[in-house]
T-cell receptor, first 115, second 108 residues
Framework: NAGVTQTPKFQVLKTGQSMTLQCAQDMNHEYMSWYRQDPGMGLRLIHYSVGAGITDQGEVPNGYNVSRSTTEDFPLRLLSAAPSQTSVYFC??????????????FGDGTRLSIL | EDQVTQSPEALRLQEGESSSLNCSYTVSGLRGLFWYRQDPGKGPEFLFTLYSAGEEKEKERLKATLTKKESFLHITAPKPEDSATYLCASTGRRALTFGSGTRLQVQP
């Protein structure tokens, strides 16, 4: 089972460039989310989706955009990259929603550097 | 505001030297307290969910416990392969809140 798959694994961008981080899951989970992980800080929620066509903002949404056209895919778009967005990005999914007591299943991350 | 604080930030143990990691939480209406393991270059891997004070769960050399204010991850006779960062997270009336993790190194 693939679980949650993220691409690319590594990316270097210049300030002002845009790009899309891909996330796909094969577990038929309704709930998907994006986190960023920075040194000394816990994982912080960027955006989440409770099903196809439904998305909402998390704790740190500024500079990012998402859409959910299928159950399987949940891409994260950086509109105009800034050095402050240098981070490791994780996609996660679970069968239930944001306030659920079910664990999240994580991908292996995209390591993004903005120069 | 929900908060999760983990201590220590880093811990170095000798193989076989048992210890505990601490997770203090302030959450309204706790629905679940989670422990994850994260290896370098990988995403967090689920270990345990605890739902109410007094609950305990075990997996190999790991045992997680929960009180009304804290959770502990006890590691008994650790091996080098237990080296990883251990993350604690909670969910309540607000979204999942993560601690910053404890980086564990077990030396042979």
């Amino acid at each position: 089972n693939a679980g949650v798959t993220q691409t690319p694994k590594f990316q270097v961008l210049k300030t002002g460039q845009s790009m899309t981080l891909q996330c796909a899951q094969d577990m038929n989970h309704e709930y998907m989310s994006w986190y960023r992980q920075d040194p000394g800080m816990g994982l912080r929620l960027i955006h989440y989706s409770v099903g196809a066509g439904i998305t909402d903002q998390g704790e740190v949404p500024n500079g990012y955009n998402v859409s959910r056209s299928t159950t399987e895919d949940f891409p994260l778009r950086l509109l105009s990259a800034a050095p402050s967005q240098t981070s490791v990005y994780f996609c996660a999914s679970s069968p239930l929603g944001l306030y659920s007591n079910q664990p999240q299943h994580f991908g292996d991350g995209t390591r993004l550097s903005i120069l | 505001e929900d908060q999760v604080t983990q201590s220590p930030e880093a811990l170095r143990l000798q193989e076989g030297e048992s210890s505990s990691l601490n997770c203090s939480y302030t959450v309204s209406g706790l629905r679940g307290l989670f422990w994850y393991r994260q290896d370098p270059g990988k995403g967090p891997e689920f270990l345990f969910t605890l739902y109410s004070a007094g609950e305990e769960k075990e997996k190999e050399r790991l045992k997680a416990t929960l009180t009304k204010k804290e959770s502990f991850l006890h590691i008994t006779a650790p091996k080098p392969e237990d080296s990883a960062t251990y993350l604690c997270a909670s969910t309540g009336r607000r979204a999942l809140t993560f601690g910053s993790g404890t980086r564990l190194q077990v030396q042979p």
